[in-house]
């Protein structure tokens, strides 16, 4: 009889290294492709946070470019002095002044054209004048009264009117790019412009012609080396620039840091044909992998609109894409060669430590069940040595990348809201102010009517009471009556002075002003009454502080009436303090202290009203501050006022600095005013 032999059944031990090893080969390859694809991941999203966060630097480093020539030729356009020029006939003075402001602004080009849009003066090209500028949008626009700011596409005859230098800078040969779109042969005759356009207005308000200029953007490579300075601080990879900026006219770079293989840079080379239909024909914002010139880069392309909202170019800022992937390579390959020797040293040591590899696999479930469950503020900890602990590493380095990516999205969302919140609340500011206005200007029309409605009765009333007490005798009884009358007559006519000057308005006489000297002055006017006789007047006047555009008369109205105000609230006692300081945002402050009795928090919000007043009867008719007000706001500034009941107020008075052109001849005039 035979006998069936049966095979040994492997041990418990076998069964278990076995298994373990199918086990942790399984978990170890899953956990590497799984970690690897996070590295690759976040590595990218790195990547292409880093676009975004250039392309916001680059983007405010070109809107503030455009702000700045924006604000010069707003400012020198606005200023008398051109309009002065311009009334003396005196062309070789007005001639240095736009070259002086052209050159100290960096201009490539500032001209002033006549109310027709023919061209007065060119500060490049004195001889160059008479042609007709008025196709030009941003000219039009100015001419209409409204200033305005922005890219431009302008015909090479229009450059070479400015300056020929600027006709020959703008011409680009266009150069065959791989992926572009077809055709684009030759070159480009055109240039994109940074322009800006004002109205110049006449001492009656009439505008009497327009001031443009700006800078040609081919060939200008400030701002592209500028942004890749700032953000890319010069870092290259395998030989080559990491960081990329550019400028386009339509689809062709006219200012690139991009290096050809030659080592030039890229002028007139090409967009591809994916990103010119998304931004230029679509008008929209790309990011993604774009070929650049001769290499793959991490790209964002953002649309440059003209006033008119057509788009003229592009900004472009890329990082190179092969600096990143080798970082991902090397972190993959790492990672993959650090857990294949983990593996291979525990599938060594296996059999004499079988017992000690639940628990830390237990440690390891336990804590990706915390993570899923949103807990990250843990680590995996593992006693033992080898692949785990390698894995635990790897799972710890991991947690620490989410969780200060989920940091940074927190503060993130907390500067969004602070952002929110001090925009609304500037918001809700001018809103007020805007309403203040409004209604200032309504109640100023309705007084003006009612004024001189109630102005001829009036005086009537006056010339017959006088004419009828000339009549009656000292002892007549009814002499008393009429005395009262006549008093009440003349309160009445006071009353009616003010709604006409509160109406009225008039547009102020502007000139350079130092502002400590107007409060020196109106200071010395009322500090010899009596009511100043018990007041401490506390000066901290900034000796450095800078001039102001202003009419003196009415200036010295609005300080004389917060003077005034503030020495009533004292009751002719206490401390008067007189601030003045240069802000920041381009104001100059002026701030009158008080230690009175202040205003009730449910008034502040009416003290600007004509005709209201916390002052009792008889001391005042509540036109003072209104017609502040409308002095204020006609020279472009506000009145801000701070209280506290039984403390005092400050009332601070904020008026926009005057151009820098302005402030020698203001200095000059104060030094001979002196």
Do not use: C
């Given at each position: 009889?035979?006998?069936?032999?049966?095979?040994?059944?492997?041990?418990?031990?076998?069964?278990?290294?076995?298994?373990?090893?199918?086990?942790?080969?399984?978990?170890?390859?899953?956990?590497?492709?799984?970690?690897?694809?996070?590295?690759?991941?976040?590595?990218?999203?790195q990547a292409r946070r880093m676009v975004d966060h250039s392309m916001a630097m680059a983007r405010t480093i070109y809107q503030h470019q455009a702000d700045d020539i924006h604000r010069t030729v707003t400012l020198a356009a606005s200023g008398t002095t051109i309009a002065r020029y311009l009334e003396t006939g005196t062309r070789s003075g007005l001639q240095g002044y736009l070259d002086t402001v052209r050159r100290q602004s960096g201009f490539?080009?500032?001209?002033?054209?006549?109310?027709?849009?023919?061209?007065?003066?060119?500060?490049?090209?004195?001889?160059?004048?008479?042609?007709?500028?008025?196709?030009?949008?941003?000219?039009?626009?100015?001419?209409?009264?409204?200033?305005?700011?922005?890219?431009?596409?302008?015909?090479?005859?229009?450059?070479?009117?400015?300056?020929?230098?600027?006709?020959?800078?703008?011409?680009?040969?266009?150069?065959?790019?791989?992926?572009?779109?077809?055709?684009?042969?030759?070159?480009?005759?055109?240039?994109?412009?940074?322009?800006?356009?004002?109205?110049?207005?006449?001492?009656?308000?009439?505008?009497?012609?327009?001031?443009?200029?700006?800078?040609?953007?081919?060939?200008?490579?400030?701002?592209?080396?500028?942004?890749?300075?700032?953000?890319?601080?010069?870092?290259?990879?395998?030989?080559?620039?990491?960081?990329?900026?550019t400028l386009f006219q339509d689809d062709v770079r006219i200012a690139t840091t991009v290096k050809t293989a030659g080592g030039e840079r890229a002028i007139g080379t090409r967009v591809s044909e994916e990103v010119y239909q998304t931004v230029l024909a679509g008008g929209s914002v790309w990011r993604g992998r774009a070929f650049v010139v001769n290499d793959w880069y991490i790209s964002a392309y953002e649309p440059l609109r003209d006033s008119a909202g057509r788009v003229v170019g592009m900004l472009y800022v890329g990082l190179l894409e092969k600096a990143y992937t080798s970082i991902r390579d090397r972190v993959i390959l790492s990672f993959f060669g650090i857990a294949s020797i983990g593996f291979l040293l525990i599938a060594g040591?296996?059999?004499?430590?079988?017992?000690?590899?639940?628990?830390?696999?237990?440690?390891?479930?336990?804590?990706?069940?915390?993570?899923?469950?949103?807990?990250?503020?843990?680590?995996?900890?593992?006693?033992?040595?080898?692949?785990?602990?390698?894995?635990?590493?790897?799972?710890?380095?991991?947690?620490?990348?989410?969780?200060?990516?989920?940091?940074?999205?927190?503060?993130?969302?907390?500067?969004?809201?602070?952002?929110?919140?001090?925009?609304?609340?500037?918001?809700?500011?001018?809103?007020?102010?805007?309403?203040?206005?409004?209604?200032?200007?309504?109640?100023?029309?309705?007084?003006?009517?009612?004024?001189?409605?109630?102005?001829?009765?009036?005086?009537?009333?006056?010339?017959?009471?006088?004419?009828?007490?000339?009549?009656?005798?000292?002892?007549?009884?009814?002499?008393?009556?009429?005395?009262?009358v006549v008093r009440q007559a003349e309160r009445c006519r006071n009353i009616v002075r003010g709604l006409l000057e509160f109406a009225r308005q008039s547009e102020p006489h502007v000139e350079p002003l130092d502002l400590n000297r107007v409060v020196e002055e109106t200071l010395g006017l009322v500090a010899r009454q009596s009511m100043f006789f018990n007041i401490n007047v506390v000066k901290d006047l900034d000796p450095e502080l800078p001039r102001v555009l202003g009419d003196r008369s009415q200036l010295q109205q609005v300080f004389m009436n917060l003077l005034i105000n503030a020495v009533q609230a004292m009751e002719e006692k206490g401390t008067l303090t007189l601030t003045s300081r240069a802000t920041p945002d381009g104001f100059v402050e002026v701030s009158i202290t008080d230690t009175g009795c202040g205003i009730p928090p449910d008034k502040l919000g009416r003290i600007f009203d004509p005709f209201f007043t916390t002052k009792p009867s008889g001391k005042g008719v509540g036109l003072g501050l209104s017609i502040a007000y409308g002095i204020v706001t006609k020279h472009g500034g506000d009145i801000r006022v701070e209280s506290e009941v039984g403390k005092g107020s400050t009332f601070t008075v904020r008026l926009p600095v005057a151009p820098a052109a302005t402030q020698p001849a203001a200095t000059e005039a104060g030094e001979q005013a002196s």
């Open positions: 009889m035979k006998v069936k032999l049966r095979s040994r059944p492997p041990s418990i031990k076998a069964r278990l290294i076995t298994s373990y090893l199918v086990i942790l080969f399984i978990g170890g390859l899953t956990t590497s492709i799984v970690g690897s694809w996070i590295v690759s991941t976040t590595i990218m999203a490539d080009f500032l001209t002033l054209v006549s109310p027709a849009g023919r061209v007065l003066l060119r500060a490049t090209q004195p001889a160059s004048a008479g042609d007709d500028v008025s196709w030009v949008e941003p000219v039009r626009h100015a001419l209409a009264g409204r200033p305005v700011a922005g890219p431009l596409v302008v015909p090479a005859a229009f450059l070479a009117a400015e300056d020929p230098a600027l006709a020959a800078r703008a011409r680009i040969r266009l150069v065959p790019t791989p992926r572009a779109r077809p055709g684009g042969e030759g070159e480009l005759t055109s240039g994109l412009v940074l322009m800006s356009a004002a109205p110049v207005r006449g001492p009656d308000g009439s505008i009497v012609g327009a001031l443009y200029g700006g800078i040609l953007l081919n060939r200008d490579f400030r701002m592209v080396d500028r942004v890749w300075e700032l953000v890319f601080k010069g870092e290259r990879f395998d030989g080559k620039d990491v960081g990329a900026v040591i296996t059999y004499y430590i079988i017992g000690s590899i639940t628990r830390p696999i237990g440690e390891l479930v336990q804590a990706t069940r915390q993570i899923a469950a949103g807990q990250f503020d843990q680590e995996v900890t593992v006693h033992s040595s080898g692949e785990l602990a390698l894995l635990a590493e790897s799972f710890n380095a991991m947690l620490a990348s989410l969780r200060k990516m989920r940091s940074d999205l927190e503060e993130w969302g907390r500067t969004l809201e602070d952002k929110v919140r001090q925009r609304t609340e500037e918001l809700v500011a001018l809103h007020d102010r805007i309403a203040q206005a409004e209604r200032l200007a309504s109640l100023g029309k309705l007084s003006a009517g009612v004024a001189h409605e109630i102005n001829n009765p009036l005086g009537a009333v006056l010339a017959l009471t006088a004419l009828t007490l000339e009549d009656l005798k000292p002892d007549d009884p009814a002499r008393e009556n009429l005395e009262e």
